[in-house]
């Protein structure tokens, strides 16, 4: 039947169906192109992966040209494979087989396939791809890895695919004309929904569905073509994961390459060509247009140095004479600057041993070495003025005697220097301005010194200066003189000029002393007594000053051993009425029967009380023991009146402020009263009127405890503030009372300021005295009490309380 005659059902299913007939040639052409790309994207990545774990296992083994191990093992994974990976073959440069595994009865090996890179369609009818890649073998040699991968098990599923698709199209053709019979409208629909879903795809839309509504052969295709679709998207999918994951893998291998920080070279010795990196050019920071590519170019930037040492061990390498080649050196930068590189290399030997090939890398090291340098300079040196330590000094004598013991001849001297007072610009200034002084004086002190010489400084506020090359102690002194003449320093932070004093203290080297150490401590010890001295800043070392130190030192011990021991005693000397000779009160005075010195006054071991900050323990043990022999005295005098005892109080003890609750405390713990205990003080503490001692003593008398003043009138205008003193006695020092017989001035003062203190209510006590003469001058000028010889020395416990017993009568006042 003619066309146009037929029937417009015949017509539409006639046309319908060559309608579908192309679009499903098309979908399946097109389908066929994906399928090819899919297949072609998966050959690369197993190919590629492939590579990657072979090029990975070659050069892990042949590094040590382990390849036994490596063959046995590939032969197992390779045993009768026919899909996949089936050989694998590593060969040297020369084509030497040095590993087979897999394909047994390959005699020969096949060129690679060239037609690999054009996709599945031209490779489909080789069974077998044959790959060659490049392989750095042991000792540098370059070789190749090539392996076979066989793609049947891929052509089979291309061809199966192919072939489902072609089913599908046959299926679809025949379901269209029995449907387009009957629905021809609907047919038409559908297959426009299948043509614009197959556009989408072709399209690159791998993610659209065709609607599958019903159970019809056009939804069932519908949902064919979806699970086409789907499958052909999963595969996608998985190509795009594969290819995700090794980019990142060859991003990671870039940091690292990036991250090892490294330069490589290559150096063909007999040709004399080298192979720099680019990373080589940038750690020696020269374009790789600057640099020939021959090894003299580098040479000539070594630093003059190490070029020398460099060239030697290269040689030593070269010769065999050692297996690797590594040096630390400078290299010089194209501004001219130096930076430190750490150069490795191992030499390639040919039969006879001769180096014909060297490669290697360069290290940046600059920024270790210089934090190894700076850390060396900071161990050695003052971190204030930069000035060297206190062991580096110590290294530089040692040097000096060592020269020494070389050269009888030869002498130096060692200078210890101290600044004095140098806590009060802290004090008063600031730390800032107390270290700008401080680097001014060192700097003063290095202008002043001879070539050879060295400064140092070994303390907070102490130099050391060895000088080289003295001929004797005279010329030393005069060195240590004009170093003690300090200039004035215009300091920042300061609102006028600083003119600081300084001590010095120096010996001189002789062949007894070998020790270093031991000639900083003889000037230490110098210097403490130059510290000490009103007549000259500078003092010489001599052997009794060590002598003198060490027993320092012991007496130290001793004292706090004696503290904790509580072995200290407590004397009192009477104080007595000048008008009827009645005992009135004592002084507490700590005495130190010393087990090697004997008995030791306060002037030996108060002192260094104060300095050893151990004055209050001292303090309060006096008052306790006196507070005990008050109530032993008590008990044995029965009904007799005990009086008073007065205890000394140090300056440094009134920088605590609970210092009045403490004594009090201690007073009250042995239940006495406040009348039985006075308290001592000097003048000196009562300077200034807004100070801590006043505060304190107010509470003592506020508590009911009476005040001593002790050495009246000496060092301090004690009449510009004797208004303000909280005191109710005063002592006038002895050295009123020595001359008061045969000085008619002396008396007059005396006289006047006895006066001046009746007229303010407070008694007065004369101090030393010790004859009758004096006694009696004193009793006419209205003076109240004294103390002295005259009267008694300092007693024990048990004398004081004979004396008691002995005493005509007992009046406290």
């Keep these: 039947m003619p066309f146009r005659d037929s029937s417009i059902r015949a ?53 040590q040209a382990r390849y036994q191990p490596l063959q046995d093992m590939l032969g197992e994974l390779l045993v009768d494979s026919d899909k996949g990976l089936v050989y694998v073959r590593i060969a040297d440069a020369t084509g030497k087989i040095l590993l087979e595994a897999g394909r047994p009865d390959m005699t020969t090996l096949p060129s690679p396939t060239e037609a690999y890179g054009n996709g599945f369609a031209a490779i489909q009818d080789h069974p077998v791809i044959h790959v060659r890649r490049p392989l750095l073998l ?48 609907l047919l038409s629909n559908k297959l426009a929904r299948l043509l614009a879903g197959s556009k989408a795809i072709a399209d ?31 595969r996608v999918s998985e190509l795009q994961q594969t290819a995700d994951r090794l980019k990142i893998s060859e991003q990671r291998y870039a940091l690292a390459m990036r991250g090892a920080n490294d330069g490589l070279w290559d150096w063909d010795i007999v040709t004399n060509r080298t192979y720099f990196s680019p990373r080589f050019y940038q750690i020696i920071d020269l374009p790789a247009s600057d640099l020939e590519t021959t090894p003299d170019p580098f040479i000539a930037r070594l630093h003059p140095d190490e070029a020398a040492s460099y060239r030697s061990r290269m040689l030593e390498h070269l010769r065999g004479e050692n297996s690797q080649f590594m040096f630390e050196h400078r290299i010089r930068q194209a501004d001219g600057s130096y930076r430190w590189i750490m150069t490795r290399g191992v030499a390639l030997r040919d039969a006879t041993g001769r180096a014909i090939r060297m490669a290697g890398s360069i290290s940046d090291v600059d920024l270790r070495k210089r934090a190894e340098e700076r850390l060396t300079h900071d161990a050695l040196h003052d971190g204030l003025t930069g000035l060297p330590n206190r062991a580096l000094f110590i290294e530089h004598v040692r040097l000096a005697l060592g020269q020494q013991r070389r050269d009888h001849s030869y002498r130096f001297a060692v200078l210890a220097i101290n600044l004095e007072r140098f806590h009060l610009v ?26 050879g010489d060295l400064l140092a400084r070994v303390g907070g506020d102490q130099f050391a200066v060895l000088l080289n090359g003295i001929d004797d102690t005279t010329a030393a002194f005069r060195l240590a003189e004009t170093l003690v003449e300090l200039r004035g320093f215009e300091t920042p932070g300061a609102d006028r000029t600083l003119f600081p004093k300084c001590r010095i203290g120096l010996v001189i080297s002789d062949d007894e002393r070998t020790d270093g150490e031991a000639l900083l401590r003889d000037a230490d010890n110098a210097l403490q007594t130059a510290r000490k001295s009103d007549s000259s800043p500078i003092t010489v070392f001599h052997a009794s000053m060590h ?14 051993n004696a503290l904790v021991a509580q072995t200290l005693a407590v004397h009192y000397q009477p104080i007595i009425a000048l008008d009827d000779r009645a005992i009135c009160s004592f002084e507490a005075l700590v005495r130190w029967a010393h087990p090697v010195h004997g008995m030791l006054p306060p002037s030996q071991f108060v002192p260094l009380a104060e300095a050893l900050d151990l004055i209050h323990d001292l303090g309060l043990f006096v008052l306790r023991r006196t507070c005990e022999d008050i109530r032993r005295w008590q008990a044995e005098a029965g009904e007799r009146p005990v009086p008073p005892v007065s205890v000394n109080l140090s300056s440094r003890q009134f920088s605590r402020p609970s210092l009045a609750e403490e004594l009090i405390a ?62 109710d006695v005063i002592k006038l020092d002895g050295s009123f009372v020595g001359a008061i017989t045969h000085d008619a001035r002396l008396r007059t003062i005396v006289r006047r300021s006895i006066e001046l203190a009746h007229d303010l209510g407070i008694a007065v006590v004369a101090e030393c ?45």
């Design 547 to 560: 002598a003198q130190a060490l027993n320092t030192l012991q007496l130290e011990t001793d004292l706090r």
């Design 138 to 185: 042991a000792r540098n040699e370059v070789g190749f890895l090539q392996f076979g991968v066989s793609i049947s098990v891929l052509a089979k599923a291309r061809q199966a695919i192919i072939q489902q698709g072609a089913l599908i199209a046959v299926v679809e053709i025949i379901i269209t004309f029995v449907l387009l019979s009957a629905i021809g409208y």
């Design 204 to 234: 690159g839309y791998l993610d659209h569905r065709l609607p599958d509504e019903g159970d019809d052969e056009l939804a069932r295709l519908a949902r064919h073509f979806n699970i086409m679709a789907s499958t052909l998207q999963q």
């Design 426 to 451: 802290n004090d008063s200034y600031g730390h800032a301005t107390g270290d700008h002084l401080l680097q001014a004086v060192g700097q003063h002190f290095g202008s002043l010194l001879r070539e």
């Design 11 to 63: 017509k539409l299913l006639l046309a319908s169906t060559a309608v579908q007939v192309v679009l499903l040639s098309l979908l399946l052409a097109n389908s066929v192109r994906l399928i090819n790309d899919a297949i072609s994207a998966s050959l690369d990545t197993l190919v590629s992966q492939n590579a990657s774990m072979l090029h990975a296992m070659a050069t892990a083994y042949g590094e």
């Design 769 to 813: 005295i010790e004859t009758e003469e004096q006694a009696q001058a004193l009793d006419e000028m209205d003076c109240d009490f004294g103390q002295g010889y005259l009267f008694s020395r300092p007693l024990p416990t048990d004398g004081a309380a004979r004396f008691l017993g002995a005493a005509p009568k007992e009046i406290q006042r």
């Design 666 to 727: 201690i007073v009250v713990g042995h239940d006495l009263a406040p009348r039985q205990i006075r308290f001592e003080v000097t003048e000196s503490i009562l300077a200034r009127a807004d100070g801590p001692a006043n505060e304190t003593l107010r509470k003592l008398r506020n508590a009911g405890f009476k005040v001593l003043i002790d050495d009246f009138g000496t060092g301090f205008s004690a009449l510009s503030y004797l208004h303000t003193i909280p005191c």
